[in-house]
């Protein structure tokens, strides 16, 4: 599975974003992770493609909103009243269904990643 990443940029404080992620297959999970400079990569968002279950990390909870569109197999990141502290590569990843619960929060829980994109939030 491919993933190809997109929608990244500068924005200011309190801005929105939407960023992208269209896979070249389906899998059982996509996820969302940001990484800052200096630091680990963390969790943002996943769905569950069947379903469309989601979840959030705590600092994202009621700014971001993860979404797919089956058709098209590209899941999307709305990301609103945007931080200085969101800067970051973003990067999104597929996971199997072997590998649910848990795993959803954690960069062990998938197999494929992309290629990232960087979100600037200026002050």
């Known amino acids: 599975v491919q993933l190809q990443a997109s929608g990244g940029g500068l924005v200011q404080a309190g801005g929105s974003l939407r960023l992208s992620c269209a896979a070249s297959?389906?899998?059982?999970?996509m996820g969302w992770f940001r990484q800052a400079p200096g630091k680990e990569r963390e969790f943002v968002a996943v769905?569950?493609?069947?379903?469309?279950?989601?979840y959030y990390a705590d600092s994202v909870k009621g700014r971001f909103t993860i979404s797919s569109d089956n058709a098209k197999n590209t899941v999307y990141l709305q990301m609103s009243s945007l931080k200085p502290e969101d800067t970051a590569v973003y990067y999104c990843?597929?996971?199997?269904?072997?590998?649910?619960?848990?795993?959803?929060?954690?960069?062990?829980?998938?197999?494929?990643w992309g290629q990232g994109t960087l979100v600037t939030v200026s002050s």
């Open positions: 990843a597929a996971g199997p269904p072997q590998r649910a619960g848990t795993y959803y929060f954690s960069t062990l829980g998938y197999d494929y």
């Open positions: 297959g389906r899998t059982f999970s």
């Open positions: 769905i569950i493609w069947s379903g469309g279950s989601t």
